[in-house]
Structures are given as C-alpha cells and as structure tokens.
C-alpha cells in the first residue's frame, strides 16, 4: 500500500515538469517553421514554470529563439538578445556539455553584443551599465578556467583576447568615473599589468584614483612606473609636477623641472612651470620674504625668457612674465609709500626706489601688450573663465602701468576694454 502511494505520489509530482516541457517542444516546432511570435509564446510559457526553466532543453531553447527574436523588427527594440545571453550562461554554467558548439557559439555572439552595448553605455556615461555589459563578456570569456573557447581558430582567439582586454579597461574606466575609487583600482591594476591595453592614461587613472583614496606611497609609487613606462607623456610628467607642488616638496619638484628641461630643451610648458615655482618661493603665501628673493626673482626671470624664446606667441606666458616684473614694482611702490619723512636721505632713497620701480613697470608693459594683443584679437566670449580673468588683470595692470607713466590716453584705452568685458 505504501509503494502503491509512493508511485502516485511521485507521479502526481512530475506531471506538471511533464505538462510545462511540452511548452519546450511546441516552442522548438514554431522556430523551425520560423514562426517567430508562437515561438516566444511557448517558451515563455514553459519558462514561468521554476522546475522547466533549470531544463537544459528549456534554456537552450530559449536561447536560440530570443536569438532570433532580434532579427525580427517587432522585438527587436528590446534587445531579446540579453535575454538568450542570460539564457546561454545559465546552461553553460549549469550543464557545459549540452550542445556545446551550439552553446559556445551563441556566448561568442552575446560576449559581443554585451561588449557594444557597454561602449555605448559608456559614451552615455551610464558607467554601471556599461560595467555589467562588460562583466557578461569577461564571464564568457573566463569560462572553465578560461578554457572553453581553446579550440577557436588563432585569430578568433586572439580577436577575443582583445575585446576581453578591452572590457576590462571600460570597465575599469566606467568604475572610475563612475567614483568608486576602491574598485577602481584593482580593475585598473589588472589593465595596467596587460600589454594588449596598457597605456598612460591607465596610469594617470591610477594616479588619480589613489590620489582620491589618500594613499600617498601608492601615488608616487604609480607616479614613477608610468614616467618610467611612458616617459614622455606630458600629462604624467604632469601629474608628478602637481604632486611635489601639492606635498610641498620644492627641492625635489625644480630638480625634476630642471631635469625634464633638460631633455626637452623645447617646451615651453616646463619653462613656465619652473618660473612659475620660483615666482611661489619668492613670495610665499605666509607673506614672509626669503633672505634671498632676489637671486630666486633672478631664476625666475631666466626661465620666463626661456620659455618666451620657445613660444613668443603664448598670451598667458607673456602675462605671467609681465606679472613677474609688476608685482615687484608693486613691492618697491610699497616701501616709496612708507617713507614718510623730508629728509634729503629720505628724498635720495625715494628716488631710488621711484627709478627701480620705473624700471620695473617698463620692463613688464611689453609682456602686457603681448598679452593683451593675443587676448584682444579673438572674441572675448570664445574665453573661458581662467582666460577671461587673465585678459582683465591684463588690462588693469596695463591702464596702472600708462598712469604712471603719464601716458593718460593709454591708460583710459585700457579702462575702457576692461569695463566693456564686464
């Protein structure tokens, strides 16, 4: 009696796994005749059913149709490709060896699209879409120990090598700018370590990423290697400038400046760099004078005529050189106004000072009228903010320089460009 309970029982029980499959069969005979929407119709309904959808037969099914469903302009707009995708790594992870050419095939297909699709989200910045487009391609291509797909033609194999290496760098890169730092990383580490995608930008993500995290030693030590890989590129030497700016170490950044001036005697870009670090030792933000300003105004100085020999043309360097010279003129121009007695010591020493501030603004008014030259032969609202507010120091710097120097009608010319950009 017992046994005779026991079979109906496990009967009862696999009727209805007996009754969804038929949906699998019926499925299978609409795609053959090509009947696209009876086919999805079936499936679907053998899919609802949890015991039916772990079938092999159930999820290879389903993935061959919803394959096809992207060919047909009703469904297309979906995407049913994510859906077979989804269908395929399911049975191959589940059951590898049901219809494995067939399976392997179909993951190639989906592996590809899910690569585009996450480029596509990447460009539209959807950075956590396009990261799991890409972890569906590095899923397929990592099967079995990475060893599913041994037996591709070379090319093919290599073609795929490629495309993985590249979904781990958008992914790195979608994580990255997406904020999360702490996974950045890692993804970043493991581009960085493959020659197929290594690149300098792979390192300035880096930098920056460990940057962000507040980890120092890691920074520099990326720093390095990528100066030390790409030496180079301008944008890491860069980011190595701005990091001993940002640490403070002085010693140690003019030593890399003069260095790197050294072996490209013809950018103008670290000239202006290692002027613009003397210019900041020269006068500190504390407002304390070092004994030896001058000698540092002096370097400066010399850098400045560098960098202007290289690239007479630049608007910003020419300010910034004229800037060199004003701001010291402004600085004898103070101590004119502290002497507050008659004396004839007193008269000789403002004199002095009058005569060595002069000459001062007359060595900066050219580099200004450079500037100013450049900045006013474009459209003014073609600048950008920084560009903008150099253009105005430009000018009221050039209307204070004509003032002294009693050239009124020069001096009102600037006021007036000045007030116009307001």
């Not at 499959?21 to 949890?50: G, R, T, W």
């Not at 399911?90 to 899910?114: C, I, Y």
């Not at 962000?212 to 944008?235: C, H, V, W, Y």
Request: positive net charge.
């Amino acid at each position: 009696m017992k046994k005779t309970i026991l079979v109906a029982a496990l009967v009862a029980v696999s009727l209805p796994g007996i009754a969804q499959y038929k949906y699998v069969v019926s499925a299978n005979l609409a795609l053959k005749s090509q009947n696209f929407e009876e086919a999805k119709e079936q499936i679907d309904k053998a899919m609802a059913n949890p015991e039916t959808a772990k079938n092999p037969k159930a999820l290879f099914a389903k993935a061959q149709i919803y394959n096809q469903l992207q060919g047909v302009d009703k469904y297309k707009a979906d995407n049913p490709w994510k859906d077979a995708m989804d269908a395929a790594l399911e049975l191959a992870n589940t059951k590898p060896e049901h219809e494995r050419d067939n399976v392997s095939q179909m993951l190639m297909v989906g592996a590809f699209l899910s690569f585009n699709e996450g480029v596509r989200a990447y460009n539209d910045k959807e950075y956590k879409i396009s990261s799991d487009m890409m972890k569906k391609v590095i899923s397929v291509a990592e099967m079995d120990g990475g060893k599913r797909f041994d037996k591709m033609p070379p090319n093919a194999r290599k073609q795929m090598d490629t495309v993985v290496a590249d979904a781990y760098l958008t992914m790195a890169n979608a994580t990255f700018f997406g904020g999360d730092m702490a996974n950045a990383i890692p993804l970043l580490i493991k581009v960085k370590n493959n020659p197929i995608r290594n690149s300098p930008a792979v390192y300035q993500c880096l930098v920056q990423a460990y940057e962000k995290e507040n980890n120092e030693a890691q920074q520099l030590a990326m720093i390095a290697e990528g100066r030390k890989t790409f030496p180079s590129d301008a944008t890491l030497r860069n980011l190595e400038l701005n990091y001993y700016i940002k640490t403070g170490k002085t010693a140690e950044l003019i030593k890399k400046l003069e260095e790197a001036s050294a072996k490209e005697p013809g950018n103008s870009d670290l000239q202006f760099n290692l002027a613009t670090i003397y210019m900041n030792m020269a006068n500190p933000k504390d407002g304390s004078k070092p004994a030896n300003q001058a000698d540092i105004y002096k370097k400066a100085e010399t850098a400045f005529t560098n960098a202007v020999k290289i690239n007479p043309e630049n608007a910003v360097l020419n300010y910034n050189f004229g800037a060199l010279y004003f701001n010291q003129a402004t600085g004898v121009n103070d101590q004119m106004n502290a002497i507050t007695g008659s004396t004839k010591a007193d008269i000789d020493k403002y004199d002095a000072l009058k005569k060595q501030r002069d000459d001062l603004f007359v060595k900066s008014a050219p580099y200004f009228e450079k500037a100013q030259t450049k900045f006013g032969a474009v459209d003014a609202s073609s600048l950008n903010d920084e560009d903008m507010r150099t253009y105005k120091s430009t000018l009221l710097a050039l209307s204070k320089i004509y003032a002294i120097q009693s050239k009124l009608d020069k001096s009102s010319e600037m006021k007036k460009l000045y007030e116009g950009l307001k």
